[in-house]
């Protein structure tokens, strides 16, 4: 049984920074694709950003802006964000899908298993 449960949301202003975390367990980065998708109100899933062994993908609006990483020993992703916009204001949700799988952005939205989410609010 996947679990997936995140942490590190919250309110801060325009420009500032957020760490989110999802420890995880019953999946391992060796055998799953894992990543963070958001979702606004009145808006559909958005992925962020995946991750599966060294390969990465984000979405264009978060380029260069967010990093998603892994911490194999703990078995927990992160998603660190930096320069935030009121556009990323949104539920965000850890999610993880068993091989074979996609890293890519367009998949995390309907991969198999995700966590309760972490709501980032950011004012401008």
């Known amino acids: 049984q996947v679990q997936l449960v995140e942490s590190g949301g919250g309110s801060v202003q325009a420009g500032g920074s957020l760490r989110l975390s999802c420890a995880a367990s019953?999946?391992?980065?060796?055998?799953?694709?894992m990543g963070w998708f958001r979702q606004a109100p009145g808006k559909e899933r958005e992925g962020v950003a995946g991750?599966?062994?060294?390969?990465?993908s984000y979405a264009d609006s978060v380029k260069g802006r967010f990093t998603i990483s892994q911490d194999n020993a703990k078995n927990t992703l992160y998603l660190q964000m930096n320069s935030l916009k009121p556009e990323d204001t949104a539920m965000y949700y850890c999610?993880?899908?068993?091989?074979?799988?996609?890293?890519?952005?367009?998949?995390?939205?309907?991969?198999?298993?995700w966590g309760q989410g972490t709501q980032v609010t950011v004012s401008s």
């Open positions: 999610a993880a899908k068993r091989l074979p799988c996609s890293p890519r952005v367009t998949a995390l939205p309907k991969y198999t298993y």
């Open positions: 019953g999946a391992t980065s060796s055998t799953y694709c």
């Open positions: 991750v599966y062994g060294a390969y990465t």
